[in-house]
């Protein structure tokens, strides 16, 4: 127990005190601007990020991973908030809980192993893209200053370089407390965090949504509820993948499931809004050295102190400073390698990195992406199997005989090519189909073999079956009709 807690907790504890607190510095923006995309005040943004961090560092599955508001979550709320207001947001927050812990309890969390690799690559590749093109409106248009480009180039300038001096302290760190002192020695004129939103002035309290206990809320709440729970759970499973190939260690995707939700239903009972894992910090607490727990429960506690108590510091922050942090984000988080790999791999899992990619870029909506590229590595891979069907034939000596070998899958994708490798107007008395080396997966395959029995005995041949496998026969007996008495009659559905 004690060994766990310290491997858990307190293994890397100057790492994962400052990568908290860079985490928690480049969260205050995204949330105040998570918040305006909402529709709502930056507070329950802020109030949001604070609890699901702090709970997830205790209940969730996936240590050093960062949980909080996000932008996929907070576009999902808006039409919520704009006809029912904000109770009914929180209420949707508490139930969007309760379904992501029914989830875990269910282990549901074991479906990510139907998400494929190329999936994941392009999920990553897509919010790459993402997080830096979040970044335009604070370089570009009215924003789009000498001084800004400047404190931009030397933020990424400290990043990238200032680890060849020392890596004891996180280079974004540095960066954000260099540019920020020099915009306040100098007195620049450029945009800060506290231009993105007022930052609240005390600390959240317990709020039970002021709504009618009814069906009629169920009603209003449940849809958007789902979709909540779905998109949130999708992200947070996506993104624990992502870091525990970042830290090469394992997480429990269960338990991360029924840690989102209790963080969730915090969140809303402290009106905040419902939120998830995040790629973008989670990359940066990993790249600053943040490991365990501890940077977790960091990043949503030194987030609260700052923007309560420390608020008119924070507000100081120029944006240029954390553009610099996100951008340095988005170059790390891009696989490159899938690029130069479009050549090599094979052209199946290059479509599907790229179409899902290109759908989540499209759509800002990483559900949509993520099932365009399940849904289309199913196919290839149905097309695959579906292809490796051998059905090989011998003639007996006395040319009265006909053995069949059925070698391969079949179901759905490969039942008519099975139909096709027999010769139903060969004059012959007997076939017997070797089966011991084929398996029956679905009624369409099962169907399959009716038909190719059926066609057989039409033209007077007699038709042996042997070798089914014990699955395979189950299946057969259940469902198939060429060994009842009005075969014929079924399988054309009279």
Not at 41 to 70: E, H, N
Not at 153 to 172: D, N
Not at 404 to 421: K, R
Request: proline content about 3%.
């Amino acid at each position: 127990m004690l060994s766990s807690i310290q491997q858990n907790w307190f293994s890397n504890k100057k790492g994962d005190v400052l990568a908290g607190i860079v985490v928690a510095l480049a969260l205050i923006p995204e949330a105040i601007a998570f918040s305006i995309i909402a529709g709502v005040d930056p507070k329950v943004g802020l109030y949001a990020s604070f609890c699901i961090a702090t709970i997830t560092a205790f209940v969730g599955g996936r240590p050093g991973m960062i949980s909080a508001a996000t932008g996929a979550m907070a576009l999902l709320m808006v039409t919520l908030v704009r006809d029912h207001g904000l109770e009914y947001l929180l209420a949707a927050t508490l139930l969007t809980g309760v379904l992501q812990m029914l989830a875990g309890v269910f282990k549901l969390g074991v479906l990510m192993r139907f998400v494929s690799r190329s999936v994941v690559t392009g999920f990553v590749n897509a919010l790459a893209i993402l997080i830096f093109l979040a970044q335009l409106p604070e370089i570009t248009g009215e924003n789009a200053t000498s001084l800004v480009f400047i404190m931009l180039a030397g933020g990424l300038a400290i990043i990238y370089l200032f680890p060849y001096i020392t890596k004891a302290v996180p280079s974004p760190l540095v960066c954000i407390v260099v540019l920020t002192g020099i915009a306040m020695y100098l007195g620049m004129d450029i945009r800060t965090v506290g231009d993105m939103g007022e930052l609240p002035d005390s600390l959240p309290v317990f709020l039970w949504p002021d709504v009618p206990l009814n069906f009629e809320t169920l009603r209003i709440i449940f849809p958007y509820s789902l979709t909540l729970a779905v998109v949130g759970l999708l992200e947070s499973m996506m993104t624990a993948t992502i870091v525990d190939d970042l830290t090469d260690t394992p997480s429990n995707k269960n338990r991360e499931c029924v840690g989102q939700g209790v963080a969730n239903v915090g969140s809303g009972l402290l009106g905040g809004m419902a939120g998830c894992a995040m790629i973008g910090q989670s990359v940066i607490n990993i790249k600053s050295g943040g490991r365990t727990r501890l940077s977790t429960l960091v990043a949503g506690v030194v987030l609260l102190v700052m923007v309560v108590f420390l608020d008119q510091w924070v507000a100081a922050i120029p944006m240029a400073a954390l553009v610099a942090v996100m951008i340095m984000v988005s170059i790390g988080t891009f696989s490159w390698s899938s690029v130069t790999n479009l050549r090599h791999n094979p052209k199946s899992s290059s479509i599907v990195m790229v179409s899902t990619v290109a759908v989540v870029v499209a759509t800002h909506n990483l559900a949509y992406g993520v099932l365009v590229g399940v849904l289309l590595s199913a196919l290839f891979f149905a097309r695959k199997v579906g292809d490796i069907l051998y059905v090989g034939s011998e003639l007996s000596e006395d040319g009265e005989q006909r053995r069949y070998t059925v070698v391969g899958q079949v179901f759905f994708t490969s039942a008519d090519q099975f139909i096709d490798a027999f010769d139903f107007k060969e004059a012959i008395d007997n076939v017997t189909i070797d089966l011991s080396r084929a398996h029956f997966w679905d009624i369409t395959a099962v169907s399959s073999l009716d038909k190719v029995v059926l066609k057989f005995r039409r033209e007077g041949t007699d038709v042996e079956l042997v070798g089914l496998n014990e699955a395979s026969a189950t299946l057969v007996d259940r469902f198939a009709v060429h060994d009842k008495p009005d075969a014929v009659e079924r399988l054309m559905g009279h």
